[in-house]
């Protein structure tokens, strides 16, 4: 009985041992299936850049190496391009890779862009013969990038389109490092370097500077081509940054034409208005002289050095009258108001004055508006044309008076019919107005007149005739009677150029002596009339 309770406890312990190992075992394959390797994502590895070339000739090269070349658009070749990626950021590129030959074996470090940003690393090995080129980025070393795809889209769109933009930007512009060295241009600027007609694989770097230092934040013009090229100008502006400087170059060929041309033109002007004998100034809206010519030196005896120096219009006024170069005023107070007249006037449009000066000269004073609110003042010396004029009015009166002085009536008709001058004699003998007739009255009309007031008789259709043209000019006499009784001798005399002279002479020798002089009335009415003809140029 004791052994059937021994085998039944043997049996019962063996069971739950088992299934304890059971549970064991499945635990472990539980905790080992859990730490599995399957749910460990490792880090990728990434494919190193390397170029392989025979001389400037791609072998061969890795994906990224590849990808790297088709991200630089400068350059028709593989090396053109990598060169434009690595001469801006390697110092003495070009001058290391020759040596490769001899040392085999060559390292170098980028030059950092931004502040803690690791050096890129160039190793270039020479392999039978051939150059291998590994391009290092520290930064992306041991480490996978997982990017989205439409970010990366939106990236490349946005890179290719700043690069076409700065590409077909119709300025020149370039980055400059620290040390003065051309780091980035676009494809103007590169074109402007190598000429147009240059090929884009014969680029090297760091590119010539086009144009020296330029103060950041000032634009300057500068000058290229000058050495026997046809010159081109542009603006310059250049801006700071933390690593070097941005640099931009307008066109501004079109600009230095058309300040020469002006330049030209006013120098043309200048010549013109030296040679003038009228005196010019030119005040702008703020009424400071800009402009004058040696003629206003000469007239007004205002100093060279004084007109240099860009008086106000007050100013030269008042050096004109403390040289007694213009109209004695009679308190300076009426003389400002005078002025200031004169300034309104010639603002407002054109405006003449006649100063007739204490020293006996007359300069005539013109002012003209001008565009953008300036004002010309032209000073002309008319003292000859004046004295001409008060001699020639006294040498029409003076003929005048010894017209008026004749006992014959006397009339002179000019070649177009029009009735030139009268005397005194002629007004009384046939009630006329002289100044109401004279450059109005023709010989037909004064042929009515005396035909009204005469007795018919043929001295008047032989006058007729003349008068029309239809006989030979030439002096002839006659005699008519008027209607009061009173006989006159007639006479008709061609005068030179075309005019007829008209006498009457009374026969009665009572009537023959002029009882009354011809009153000063007449005599001014009869002046004013010969000289208002004259001024319509008879």
């Known amino acids: 009985m004791a052994d059937g309770w021994m085998l039944a406890l043997i049996i019962a312990m063996t069971s739950v041992g088992s299934a304890w190992i059971a549970l064991m ?9 859990s730490v599995s390797p399957i749910a460990t994502l490792s880090e990728p590895a990434l494919e190193p850049v390397v170029f392989l070339f025979d001389n400037e000739f791609l072998v061969d090269a890795t994906q990224p190496a590849r990808a790297l070349l088709e991200a630089v658009p400068v350059g028709d070749s593989e090396w053109a391009r990598l060169s434009a990626f690595l001469a801006p950021r390697f110092d003495n590129f070009a001058a290391s890779l020759r040596e490769l030959a001899e040392r085999s074996r060559i390292e170098i470090e980028s030059r950092p862009r931004n502040k803690g940003e690791a050096p890129l690393r160039l190793i270039a090995e020479d392999v039978g013969g051939l ?14 990038v997982l990017v989205d795809g439409l970010s990366q889209r939106a990236l490349e769109d946005e890179v290719e389109q700043m690069r076409s933009l700065a590409d077909h930007a119709p300025v020149l512009a370039w980055r400059e490092n620290a040390a003065g060295e051309v780091i980035w241009a676009n494809r103007a600027y590169i074109l402007r370097v190598n000429a147009p007609e240059a090929d884009e694989a014969a680029l090297f770097w760091p590119l010539p500077r086009l144009f020296e230092q330029v103060t950041t934040g000032t634009t300057l013009r500068r000058c290229l081509g000058a050495d026997g090229d046809t010159p081109a100008w542009f603006d310059v502006q250049t801006h700071a940054l933390e690593d070097g400087v941005q640099g931009f170059a307008v066109c501004a060929n079109a600009t230095v034409r058309a300040e020469r041309a002006l330049r030209e033109f006013v120098q043309t002007l200048t010549k013109t208005f030296a040679d003038l004998p009228i005196g ?4 702008d809206r703020q009424r400071q002289l800009q402009l004058f010519n040696p003629a206003l030196m000469d007239l007004t005896q ?5 007109l240099s120096a860009r008086p106000s219009l007050y100013s030269v006024l008042d050096r004109l009258r403390e040289a007694r170069m213009m109209p004695e005023p009679k308190d300076y107070r009426s003389w400002r108001q005078q002025m200031s007249a004169l300034e309104q006037a010639a603002a407002a449009g054109h405006h003449v004055e006649t100063w007739s000066l204490p020293g006996g000269q007359t300069y005539r004073v013109t002012g003209r508006p001008h565009p953008d609110g300036a004002v010309a003042f032209l000073f002309e010396d008319i003292t000859a ?3 001409l ?3 020639f009015r006294a040498e029409l009166e003076l003929g005048q008076s010894v017209l008026d002085a004749m006992g014959e009536a006397v009339a002179v008709f000019l070649p177009s019919g029009e009735l030139a001058t009268t005397n ?3 007004a009384e003998l046939w009630g006329v107005d002289p100044a109401a007739t004279l450059g109005r009255a023709t010989l037909s009309d004064s042929l009515q007149l005396w035909h009204r007031q005469a007795h018919p008789s043929p001295v008047w259709a032989e006058l007729r005739t003349v008068a029309t043209g239809m006989a030979e000019r030439a002096g002839w006499s006659g005699e008519v009677t008027l209607a009061n009784g009173q006989r006159l001798g007639c006479r008709f005399v061609p005068l030179p150029a075309g005019a007829t002279l008209a006498g009457f002479t009374p026969l009665n020798a009572s009537k023959s002596i002029r009882k009354t002089a011809p009153s000063l009335a007449d ?14 140029g008879v």
């Open 25 to 33: 075992l499945l635990s472990l394959r539980y905790n080992c299936a």
């Open 385 to 387: 044309e004046v004295s």
């Open 424 to 426: 005194s004699a002629y």
């Open 131 to 144: 150059a291998r080129l590994t391009l290092i980025d520290p930064e992306a070393e041991g480490r996978g």
């Open 523 to 536: 005599a001014a009415r009869r002046r004013d009339a010969e000289l208002a003809l004259l001024a319509r």
């Open 302 to 306: 205002l100093g060279g050095e004084f």
């Open 280 to 283: 010019m100034a030119i005040f």
């Open 389 to 391: 004029t008060r001699r």
